[in-house]
């Protein structure tokens, strides 16, 4: 595991979703959504688990995860693979650990286990866009995409 560096956390910010790939003990692959998600204090990533009983049964099974995100909008992003552990109320630590997925999460959806992530290594994530069209300005990209989304910005 290492730190962070600053381009992925800043990605991980703008990002409202990531994914998070395992695979059970079968070996058959899975990628499920998750919304709540925060860097952590280790330089690893901290997913809720909120609902999500067959990611928490394939960590068990096979540690071994990526977590990918992107910014829509920009159309980048990481992907960020390591190991994950599945720590529940019981563990020690975990109150801290929860604590900025709660304070996401809000009353309505109990966090019922925290998913820690090592990150033993990251990778961009662009659009093929970026290589097609190196030219374009990050403003130009963000215009393209809402207008292939059908969204305008917010006022």
Do not use: N
Request: charged share 20%; proline share 10%.
């Amino acid at each position: 595991m290492h730190p962070l560096p600053d381009d992925v956390l800043d990605e991980l910010g703008r990002a409202v979703l990531c994914w998070l790939a395992t695979t059970d003990a079968s070996g058959q692959p899975s990628v499920s959504p998750k919304e709540i998600f925060a860097p952590g204090p280790a330089g690893d990533i901290l997913i809720a688990d909120i609902a999500s009983a067959g990611s928490v049964r394939a960590i068990r099974a096979q540690p071994k995860v990526c977590v990918s995100f992107i910014d829509i909008f920009r159309q980048r992003g990481f992907k960020c693979i390591g190991t994950a552990e599945v720590l529940g109320p019981e563990a020690e630590g975990f109150d801290a650990l929860a604590a900025p997925l709660i304070a996401r999460a809000g009353p309505g959806f109990p966090v019922r286990h925290v998913i820690r992530v090592a990150v033993a290594r990251h990778a961009p994530i662009l659009a093929p866009s970026y290589r097609l069209f190196p030219e374009r300005s990050e403003a130009e990209r963000v215009r393209a995409a809402q207008a292939s989304y059908g969204v305008r910005p917010a006022d």
